[in-house]
């Protein structure tokens, strides 16, 4: 078993900033590519940025030069840097993480998400 647990969301205004984390544990052997998604209400989710065990990053247009990915992979976390936000940004935003387990069992794992709201 592994799980993602994400923190870090919240209202915010305009303008500001929030940083988001996700944490891994259980049974890894390797924690491989990890990403953030992101769903608005009625809409899909959509890929937000991602970042590869060796920290090459990766994100959508919609939010290059406003957000950053980064890991500790010393901690198994995963964050979400995310400055000038704007009211589309209003979204909860899953981490996700591909999984090297014992005995050798390749997973994607889905974190319970995390709301940002983004409104004045």
């Known amino acids: 078993q592994v799980q993602l647990v994400e923190s870090g969301g919240g209202l915010v205004q305009p303008g500001g900033s929030l940083r988001l984390s996700c944490a891994a544990s259980?049974?890894?052997?390797?924690?491989?590519?990890m990403a953030w998604y992101r769903q608005a209400p009625g809409k899909q989710r959509e890929l937000v940025a991602t970042i590869t065990k060796g920290g090459t990053t990766n994100y959508a247009d919609s939010v290059k030069g406003r957000f950053t990915i980064s890991r500790d992979n010393a901690k198994k976390t995963v964050y979400l840097q995310m400055n000038s936000l704007k009211p589309e940004d209003t979204a909860v935003h899953y981490c996700?993480?591909?999984?090297?387990?014992?005995?050798?069992?390749?997973?994607?794992?889905w974190g319970q998400g995390t709301l940002v709201t983004v409104s004045s």
């Open positions: 259980g049974n890894i052997l390797s924690l491989n590519d």
């Open positions: 996700n993480a591909r999984v090297t387990s014992y005995p050798l069992t390749h997973l994607e794992v």
